[in-house]
């Protein structure tokens, strides 16, 4: 292959989609053959933040799988990060990795944990992939071609009234007791203003929720690029938005989210929460 055609080659977005599925459904075989055991872990930075060999493993099949097939392409994964590589965003192809997100209900064997793998060229995000194998479900989204649950087209629900949404949020993998007490006064705000509020423990998953209008909105103050990556490009492609926390541009490497159904939810979640900034940055 000459050069020309391998550059070319490497910014395929159907193609780096279609390579990038495989490998998903192979990585999710590694995490269905495992799914029932308690597992061993380590615990990163002395806090609640877990990992396990299958999240090595995991992370390990798609960043060669996909290296092998796209010899230009940068990548971001959760464990390489924890390892000490610099989580750089550049306008190289990018790719985002949670190999296992939802960690801890992956190591307790609650079903709720998915592979989370997005693609970023020249800063835009192209492809969004969230893969929960437990339980079949699979979200994707390419730009512009809209996003699908199990290969059908999805939308969020539209609903703008605080009232009527439900939230879905979490306590997060630190024990900061400054980051806690945010978190707590949250839920607090949320419980008294929302229709009704749950934390199943997959930001990632939390993420399509609001895509598919299961649920309608999504905040979180400390989650990482890999983490909210693919959600963010299924929710926009499901007709839905995220939102920087304080009401401004989201930025994946900030640490923070709003995902919700509608401009108007986002705002109005974000007037009344009390505002985090992790550090630091994923950046
Ligand atoms: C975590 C989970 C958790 C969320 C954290 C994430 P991990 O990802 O999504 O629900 O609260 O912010 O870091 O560590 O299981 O990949």
Redesign the pocket.
Known sequence: MSSTTMAEDDKDVQKCFEVALELVYKAGNIILERKNSRKSFVCKEGDI??VTET?KQVEKLLMNGLKAQFKSHKFIG?EESAGGVTARLTDAPTWII?P???????VHGFPH?CISIALVINQVTEIGIVYNPMLNQKFTAIRGEGAFYNDKLINVSGEKDPKKALVTS????TRDPEKLKVVIENFNKMAALVHGIRSL????L?MVMVAMGAADVNY?F???A??VAAGDLIVREAGGVTIDPAGGEFDMMSRRVIAASSMELAQEIAKNLTQFYPQPRDD
């Open positions: 933040d877990l999240d959760e949670d296992v997100d939802g960690t801890m209900n992956f944990s979490e306590f997060g993998t423990g997959s930001a990632a939390n979180e400390g989650i990482h890999w983490d």
